[in-house]
């Protein structure tokens, strides 16, 4: 099996559903630092959830299940 470098994923987005998860949000956005997208789905979170989202960069929508 060969493996090759991957220059660039313009076309991957890495996309993480949350609701009140304040405490461990960074942690999962900064383990997927390689994906060149990120997209939360926030589902109703009364913390500071999508606020810590969109300060790393992340595009942020929301909605109920």
């Given amino acids: 099996m060969q493996t090759e470098t ?3 994923l313009p076309d991957l987005t890495a996309y993480i ?3 009140n998860e304040e405490h461990c949000i960074a942690r999962c956005i900064q ?3 390689w ?3 990120i ?3 926030d589902t109703g ?3 500071k959830t ?5 300060s790393l960069g992340c595009d942020v929508i929301e909605g109920t299940l």
């Fill in 35 to 37: 994906c060149p997208k």
């Fill in 6 to 8: 991957i220059k660039s």
């Fill in 31 to 33: 383990a997927l630092s």
């Fill in 45 to 47: 979170s009364s913390d």
């Fill in 39 to 41: 997209v939360v789905a």
């Fill in 50 to 54: 999508k606020e810590i989202a969109k």
């Fill in 17 to 19: 559903m949350t609701k």
